[in-house]
Every structure is written in C-alpha cells, then in structure tokens.
C-alpha cells in the first residue's frame, strides 16, 4: 500500500490548539469548501476533514486515523481567527479584531457564571461575580453555576456509530448532524478505522460497497430522495461523519462521565478525551485531566504529520 501523508491539525488554518484547548473556526472552514463548482457535493466531507486537517491511514484519504474535535462556538457565538489573529489568541465573531487568550475566556466566562449565582443566599455581602464564582466552585463545590455557559464544539470526522452514542444524549447536549441517507454527501464517504492494522481490510470492504452501488439501478417506481435513503443506508457504521454538539458547561461534564464507562465504545470514549482535554484547558477547577479520569488516546494518535 502506498505510503499517506499524514495531515494535521498543525497544517490546518482554520484549527488552533492554544495549551491544552482546541478551538475551530467553523465558518472559515465552511467557506474554504466554495461553491459546488469548486467542491461538487460528493467530495464536501472528505474535503472539510482534510482542510481541518484530519488524519488519514492511507493515500487516498478515505480510512480516517484521527478525527478533528475543537471548540467552535462560545455562547452562541462563532470562535473565529485568520492569519493576522495573533498567535495564543482567537476572537468571537462579534467583535474580531477583540482577541482572547483562552485565560482571558475562561475567566470572562467564569464572571457569566458568578453572575448567575449573585442572587442566591450565598450572597448575602453583595460579591462580585467573580467572588461567586470561587464561593460556589472552590469554597463549597457547587459547579451547578456551569450551566450558564453554553459552548459549541465541531466534531469532525467521527463514525456514525459514535454519532448514535452522542444522539442517545441529547438530554444534555444539541446535535447539528448531516443528514447522513438522503444526501449525495454520503454517497461514497470515507470510513473510520481505530486501529492502523485494519485498514487494509476497510479499504477492502468499502470498494466492494462503493463498486456494488455504482452498479446499482434505482428502481423506477422509487422517488430518487428515497432510492438515496435506500443505497447509502448500506453502508456500514464506519462511516465517517460531522457533527456539530452545543451544551452547557455542566451537561459536557455530565456527558464526559462516560469516559470511565467500558461499556461504551472506544471511539466515543476517545471523542469525549478530545472534548475534556479542551474543557480541562479552560476550567481545570471543573474538569479532571484525561490522566486522572485513567483515559489514554490511541498510540497511533501521536505520531507526528509529514
């Protein structure tokens, strides 16, 4: 098999890892896709992994290594930076020129959250909002104050499998999904492989599927949204996907308690130590360390890009 050149995220410029945290620029990467003349709609997801620098097991670009997970949204609002955000900085779409060190946002955030908790009887003195925060966080362990910060995250390049572990949650978390069976999107996407051995075998397996649905007629009594529902629903869950996932602070540390859990699948549980590690970077007070939850992402992870 020939050799891949393995991307990054190092390579991308529409993903910054600041510390510990990884935000995404989900907008500029949206845009780098162009229209459907530059990017045809068949090749738009393969295309948004590359350009936010997924890794791939092999040259072609269709067994996904390593998926791409950051921070994309901060109440709402879109993280964005360029070429002229300086280094260690992004900026919220708001305000772009106003740039943030992931200190100065997660101390502006943890001010949103003392705010929420001034009326409450911990308060008799009239504290600051800062001054709350450390009452109900460090003083009495209280971390119920977290859900006044909404954060989202761009999930790119994640199986459909572990997407259906993520739907399971939407008591804690929103899911802004691709429309994975009636889509062109999905007509011949790459797959996700946990471990660099088997990729020969899903390479196998997904050029049978892509070679007997090529060959496949629709039939004519069938609308074609549906004969589309019908053909990509044959592939396997090892389709690789997006997604989009908004919650509160407190419902992700509700949700990355399933890190622990060995019933749930290993591609989940490394999704979820992506999103802690950034969660950890800004709120270290909240969120254990991979380390301490006992969780370790895949070897072939940390191989460097060429």
Known sequence: METPKTFGIESSPYVRVIGDSTFVNSVALWQSLGGKDETPVESRLQQILLNAGARFFDANNT?????????????????????????????LATEPGAYLTPSNLAQLLRQGMGTNAMPTYMNPSGKSADAMYDVNVEHHGVPSVAHAVLLGFSVLGLSQKAEMEFDTQRDLVHLARVT??????????????????????????????????????????????DWREERNGLWPTSRATILGLNGTVKNFSKLIAAIQDPGKESEYRRLLGLINTSLHGLFPELFRSNQELGHTHPAHWNVPAN
Not at 66 to 91: L, Q, R, W
Not at 183 to 210: D, F, G, K, Q, Y
């Open 180 to 225: 994975s069976a009636r889509t062109h999107a999905m007509n011949e996407p790459p797959m996700v492989a946990l471990a660099p051995e088997n990729t020969e075998l899903i390479i196998e397996v997904r050029n049978t599927i892509a070679s007997l649905l090529k060959q496949a007629v629709r039939p004519e009594a069938m609308e074609e949204k």
């Open 63 to 91: 067994v996904l290594a390593k998926p791409v997970v950051g921070i994309s949204a901060i109440g709402g609002i879109s993280v964005v930076f360029d070429e002229n955000t300086p280094a260690g900085h992004i900026a």
